[in-house]
Every structure is written in structure tokens, then in C-alpha cells.
């Protein structure tokens, strides 16, 4: 049997007035949303860097097997 997890929602929640971006776009749902969907062919390490509406960046990293 194989339960193998083949996509996964990574990040957090967004506050008002956020901006996401991630990258590499290769196998998200999409780049501009706080909790985009996973689904890489291969070990990804994502960035995504989040602007707030006072114009303050934050970058963090997530690594999907």
C-alpha cells in the first residue's frame, strides 16, 4: 500500500493587508496567495516573501519532499 502524500498546502494565514509572494512557481497552485498548494515533482525548498501594508518584507523558506 502506498500512502505516499502527493500535494500539500504550505504558509500561514494571511492578515489584511498582506502580500505574498513564492517561488519558484514550478508545482505551486499559485504564487501571489498566502497558502498556495504544493504538488512538486522532485524536493523543493519555496521562498515566499510577505509585504505588509506598511511596506515591511519578511522572507522565510519551506522545504516539500
Do not use: F, H, R
Not at 494565514?13 to 497552485?29: E, F, I, V
Not at 515533482?41 to 522565510?60: E, F, K, L, P, R
Amino acid at each position: 500500500m502506498n500512502c505516499a502524500i502527493t500535494s500539500s498546502t504550505i504558509g500561514a494565514a494571511a492578515s489584511a493587508g498582506n502580500t505574498s509572494s513564492w517561488s519558484p512557481a514550478a508545482g505551486l497552485s499559485a504564487t501571489n496567495v498566502a497558502q498556495p498548494i504544493a504538488s512538486p515533482a522532485q524536493t523543493t525548498t519555496y521562498t515566499v516573501v510577505v509585504t505588509g501594508a506598511n511596506g515591511c518584507t519578511a522572507t522565510d523558506e519551506v522545504t516539500v519532499s
